[in-house]
């Protein structure tokens, strides 16, 4: 939140608070005292209650979080929060919390603002290799600048990274071996699953969309990369997506859902952004 839209909140606060005198400024976990009144928060923090046999009736504070981080408004050891154990305040919300003889009960004192947009999750970028026979000695796989190279014996040619086929005699062991030397050998933030007999599957593990171009060549006669790059789209090459980029509490919206990010949110995510549908 910018310097004017935090003089606009403190305006809403005084004038929604007028019974209030004073302030406090709060940036670690904090136990809230009868003296207290309104209490300015910064921080992923937690508010305990003060017991309420010890508050008059009608006491109330007003708790405001004006920081990035969820405030979490806790009652006294087992004591509830209008049936709830705690009561959370995401950035830039606040609520009016009331002694009402037994218990303490919570007013929403503030307005939720949400962007008009739909944010979405990541997508990683894969590519799989499938062999529909065994490799020859000699033949290469090849993705962006590295060069694997099947040998049945002796070392690969050099600047190639030795696929040790020795033993291989059918399409699994050289989907096993391939998948052994790339995670063995790998420059790039890859991951292997050759869970499928004879597919090696090559997935990207970071900055997602980087990946998608990146060359995929081979001239096994029993193998074949499903496209030319490795996000392709085409069969099982999947164009990998960043997410879109939140702060953890930040709500949007869009005609049909609205989106909570539940962490905050780098390009690499793959689930920080949740959502509801709207009735």
């Not at 910064?42 to 508050?55: N, Q």
């Not at 050759?194 to 998608?212: C, L, M, P, R, W």
């Not at 859902?257 to 793959?270: E, G, L, P």
């Amino acid at each position: 939140m910018g310097i004017a839209g935090k003089k606009k909140q403190k305006q809403l606060i005084a004038e929604r608070a007028d019974t209030f005198n004073t302030s406090i400024d709060v940036t670690a976990d904090y136990s809230i005292l009868l003296s207290d009144e309104v209490i300015m928060c910064t921080g992923e923090i937690t508010l305990t209650l003060p017991e309420v046999s010890t508050a008059d009736f009608g006491k109330s504070f007003l708790i405001v979080n004006e920081g990035s981080g969820i405030v979490t408004l806790d009652g006294n050891g087992s004591e509830e929060i209008e049936g709830k154990t705690s009561v959370t305040l995401l950035p830039n919300t606040s609520r009016k919390v009331n002694n009402v003889g037994s218990f303490w009960a919570v007013t929403r004192t503030d307005t939720i603002t949400a962007s008009f947009n739909t944010p979405v999750n990541g997508t990683a970028t894969y590519t799989e290799f499938v062999f529909s026979g065994v490799s020859s000695d000699g033949e290469i796989v090849t993705f962006g600048t590295e060069v694997y190279e099947f040998k049945t014996s002796g070392s690969a040619t050099e600047g190639n990274i030795l696929v040790d086929v020795s033993g291989a005699v059918t399409a699994t062991a050289s989907a096993v071996a391939l998948a052994a030397a790339i995670d063995a050998n790998t420059e790039y933030d890859v991951t292997i699953d050759d869970g499928t007999a004879d597919t090696v599957k090559i997935t990207a593990s970071d900055t997602f969309e980087d990946y998608n171009d990146l060359p995929t060549t081979t001239d096994c006669a029993n193998g074949d990369f499903p496209d030319t790059t490795f996000g392709g789209g085409t069969g099982n090459s999947i164009t990998g997506v960043d997410a879109s980029v939140g702060t953890k509490g930040e709500m949007r919206v869009d005609a049909t859902k609205i989106y909570v990010a539940t962490t905050d949110v780098s390009k690499n995510s793959v689930s920080g952004w949740k959502s509801a549908s709207l009735s």
